[in-house]
């Protein structure tokens, strides 16, 4: 073989090019009609792709795939520093010091700070990507190994004489201490060493009958790790091609292995089931089984270097960390951080804020979301479930509730009793749920006499009674906080309804319950006694009910597809919507009850204006939407969709910009829009996670975060981005200083140390006396500061004052006061002498008339003119200036007031309903 330098043929795409084709490929356009633009996703962690762990000092950062972003977590905390977005899926990564390296399809990008700096192609799709020195590592599924330079993405070499060897590469590794020397992987079991450099097949394995699905590298030289389809792990001694022990996994394949570092000789081991085996090399026995560690298969495992801790994660969109310090040396959870492992199918806010997100899936979770802070999610707790398991010895998830139909919740009476209630798939109760404690509640909620499951839950505005509706066409009330059994609603000795309960509903003054069933009537119920006050019959059964307790407005969708609006004072029928063309599968109202937005089977999501009648606009997406909720302030709907486990977020650009918005007929075409990513694209560091604990997470953290260019428009004043700890108690500095300082000098101690001078004599007398002298000698201020005004010569800021005045462009100097702190400028502004209060003066005059930095620049006036205004009066080369500075300043306070003025009178016309 002849090593020849080859070279690709397509072109490609470098730094700021290839960032703005992939941001462009990535990016949806929204029109000046949209009601709704994309913001971001919450719930995604991880996939089925593998993952990266990379040691970065003492700190590790792992590198996960969720589709087609990847995120960047500090393994200390799990902590979200960096991440990025691609336009297509990412089938395979990889990392190398500052670089993250992605593969979709035939495209393999580099990435650096969240941007695209390097982009090429591959002739074939690639599956697995490995970096090896200057060098990236591609397999590719045509069967041959690409090497492309990192530097410019050239082809550096081919490795291609496979196919006549019966050998399909499936993975690789590089044997430590082997120079340019790889070993491949095969489908058929065997095992190949290679030069890359001379392309040269160096030895052959024979190997196992086996795929070779995992290299793993040991601590000892020549010993590599060799995972099988069969689920056999083979320790091979390359040196001399033989076999030092095998094991055998339960479970399936060998789908990753990792080695301790920290002086312990385990190896553990994933298998597609959920299990970790963790072995023991010295006894050549299995040491301990992780049962259950993930929902599905384990993709990965890694221990950090020179640690026992273990970081897993699996198909389950969850990471967790564990660590071994049990007795008998077995793992314990350390910390994880995860999302829904199966579609969520409804979600609700909850709070009066919008900051919190409830959402059950079909994972039989019931979690707790947060919109700012996705690493505060939260699954709520169903008791004891994981020590029950391994008790009974059977899985978690036969102890869990089952998934959750329906869930309402009332956040009045969180800290006083339970405040959620859910019913479940197939059972005939409700159960309670503690938001306050994250936990499952104390009461299931029970009629014993009747027949049927429950299907929708209710709870009234008060937060004491649960209202449940049976497919059996019963409905009743509970007390929540004592569980008891309340009233039962009947329509005389009959039941309430003749068929399945779809939707219930209670007004805000608990007066009224609504209900509507699959017998086609939406019926209006005393809410104490549970008599019926009027029945309404519908062309059609009802499937959903949605109630907008402000504005008194029930909202029926109907299974012919249409939304029926009734008030509920006159029990009369105000509007009906047409224009799905499916079945519709959730309800939300907006906040100050003028739209009904609706969800529907045919991908579409349609926006009602309640006091028109009219469509206004409708958006349709790629995969329908399950459930949806629109934010108690009106900023954010939350949305879930069919095969998705994230909930996806769209803003609500009335509040931000100017809609055009024009009625729509029920024939319109919905607008398509792609789903949120992780990071909402106009800006880009929403989803970082502040942490200050770690300088390499700080280093990490960069990856994104770019400097935000000023807002420059005329006629506005522009506040400080300086913290308010530098500049707000400036002027009350001394008194600060003179509050603590201390009331009494400090003691001298009773034995002084042997090393102070003592005075020549019978008996041993300390020399004290270039201690005495001085201590009466004080400034006439009382201040111990130097004042290097009056030492004759200028300081570095003194300097840099002349200097800017000279040149009249004041930016360094302001620059250099907003990196001082508070004492630091205090100092400076009082060392200032006669020559260098005009220049000042003018420094300050210049920043009024910049109207940046308002409110600082008010703080440093403020202490100059208090430490320097009686020598100023002294002077009369500064009235010009002083007078000035008069008018700039009033000029600047005049037009502050009437942007304020003009701010609160438009929030007040807007708050009191004058639109």
């Known amino acids: 073989m002849q090593n020849t330098r080859k070279r690709r043929t397509e072109p490609r795409e470098t730094d700021e090019d290839g960032a703005k084709q992939a941001n462009t490929k990535i990016t949806t356009t929204t029109d000046t009609r949209s009601l709704f ?100 590592i591609v397999l590719c599924e045509d069967n041959i190994v690409r090497i492309y330079n990192i530097s410019d993405g050239d082809l550096f070499n081919t490795l291609d004489d496979f196919d006549h060897r019966n050998f399909t590469v499936t993975t690789l590794v590089h044997p430590s201490t082997y120079l340019n020397k790889v070993l491949l992987g095969s489908k058929e079991g065997g095992l190949q060493l290679w030069n890359l450099r001379k392309r040269a097949l160096l030895y052959e394995f024979k190997g196992w009958n086996s795929t070779v699905t ?40 060998v789908t990753s292995l990792s080695f301790r570092t920290d002086g312990n000789p385990h190896m553990c081991s994933a298998s597609p089931a959920g299990h970790i085996s963790v072995w023991d090399l010295e006894k050549i026995q299995l040491d301990s089984v992780i049962r259950g560690a993930h929902h599905g298969a384990v993709v990965s495992v890694s221990y950090l270097l020179s640690n026992s801790i273990l970081v897993s994660t699996g198909t389950d969109n969850a990471i967790k960390m564990w660590i071994f310090d049990e007795t008998g040396g077995a793992a314990r959870l350390l910390r994880s951080r995860s999302g829904h492992h ?50 009974l010895g059977i899985s978690e998830d036969q102890l869990k509730l089952p998934p959750v139909l329906d869930f309402a919740a009332e956040p009045l009476r969180e800290r006083d009793w339970d405040n959620i209630v859910s019913c479940h798939l197939g059972k005939n109760y409700a159960q309670t749920w503690t938001l306050q404690n994250k936990r499952v509640g104390k009461h299931r909620l029970r009629l014993d006499d009747v027949e049927g499951d429950i299907k929708c839950v209710a709870i009234s505005c008060c937060g004491n009674n649960a209202i449940l509706g049976y497919t059996s066409g019963e409905i009743a009330k509970f007390n929540i906080q004592s569980g008891l059994f309340r009233t039962q609603f009947k329509q ?22 609504v209900s509507c069933a699959m017998d086609k009537t939406l019926k209006f119920w005393n809410f104490k006694s549970g008599k019926l006050i009027e029945a309404v019959s519908l062309d059609e059964s009802g499937i959903l009910l949605s109630h907008h307790r402000e504005n008194k407005l029930i909202c029926v969708a109907l299974q012919s597809f249409d939304l029926l609006i009734f008030d509920i004072d006159t029990r009369r029928k105000v ?25 529907s089977m045919d991908s579409s999501i349609r926006i009602w204006d309640l006091p028109s009648g009219m469509g206004l606009w409708s958006f349709s997406v790629l995969s329908p939407a399950t459930s949806l909720s629109m934010s108690p302030t009106g900023d954010y709907l939350a949305t879930t969709h069919v095969g998705n486990l994230g909930v996806f977020l769209w803003a609500n650009r009335t509040l931000t910009s100017t809609v055009s918005v024009t009625p729509q007929d029920s024939t319109s075409t919905p607008q398509l829009l792609h789903f949120p990513h992780s990071i909402d694209e106009s800006q880009k560091d929403a989803d970082i996670e502040d942490d200050d604990d770690s300088g390499a997470e700080n280093e990490m953290s960069s990856a994104l975060l770019e400097p935000i260019a000023p807002i420059e428009r005329e006629g506005l004043v522009m506040l400080t981005d300086v913290p308010k700890s530098r500049w707000e108690n400036l002027s009350k500095l001394a008194d600060i200083r003179r509050r603590n300082k201390p009331t009494e000098p400090p003691k001298a101690p009773e034995k002084a140390p042997f090393f102070l001078p003592t005075v020549a004599g019978l008996e041993s007398t300390f020399d004290v006396s270039g201690a005495i002298g001085n201590d009466d000698k004080k400034p006439e201020d009382g201040s111990r500061l130097v004042n290097f005004g009056s030492l004759g010569f200028k300081s570095d800021f003194q300097n840099l004052v002349h200097k800017c005045s000279q040149s009249e462009n004041y930016d360094n100097l302001l620059q250099k006061m907003k990196k001082l702190s508070l004492s630091s400028v205090d100092i400076e502004i009082r060392s200032l002498n006669t020559d260098d209060l005009l220049p000042f003066l003018n420094f300050l005059n210049a920043c009024l008339i910049s109207r940046k930095d308002f409110e ?22 500064m009235e010009d200036a002083l007078q000035e500075t008069k008018e700039l300043q009033d000029a600047a306070w005049v037009h502050m007031e009437g942007l304020l003025q003009h701010s609160t009178s438009t929030v007040n016309f807007l708050r009191g309903g004058g639109l």
């Open 342 to 391: 199966g579609p969520p199918n409804r979600v609700r806010h909850y709070g009066a804020e919008g900051e919190m997100l409830l959402t059950s899936g079909q994972d039989q979770s019931l979690r707790c979301s947060y919109v700012m802070s996705d690493a505060r999610s939260v699954e709520l707790s169903q008791g004891s479930i994981q020590k029950k398991s391994k008790r």
């Open 214 to 253: 995992y290299l793993a590298q040991s601590p000892a030289v020549d010993i590599v790790a060799v995972g099988l389809e069969d689920g056999h792990i083979h320790l091979h001694n390359l040196k001399y091609d033989k076999l030092v022990m095998s094991f055998l996994q339960d479970g399936g394949p």
């Open 37 to 136: 633009s994309p913001f971001r996703a919450l719930g995604f962690v991880c996939n089925h792709v593998p993952p990266v762990l990379q040691p970065r000092g003492t700190t590790h950062f792992l590198t996960t795939c969720i589709g087609q972003a990847f995120h960047v977590y500090n393994c200390q905390k799990l902590k979200l520093v960096a991440l990025g977005q691609h336009h297509e899926k990412i089938q395979c990564m990889a990392v190398h010091n500052d670089f993250t390296f992605t593969a979709s399809g035939k495209t393999i990008c580099k990435w650096q700070r969240g941007k695209v700096k390097l982009s090429f192609s591959s002739e074939a799709p690639a599956f697995h990507l490995s970096p090896f020195g200057e060098h990236l």
């Open 492 to 513: 005389g000795k009959r039941k309430a309804h003749t068929n399945m309960v779809r939707g219930i509903a209670c007004d805000s003054l608990n007066k009224i319950t």
């Open 856 to 877: 600082l620049v008010q703080s440093y006036m403020n202490l100059f003119l208090l430490v320097h205004g009686s020598s100023i009066l002294e002077m009369p080369e």
């Open 575 to 599: 509007r009906v919507f047409s224009g799905h063309s499916n079945r519709i599968t959730d309800l939300a109202w907006s906040a100050d009850g003028r739209w009904l937005l609706s969800s």
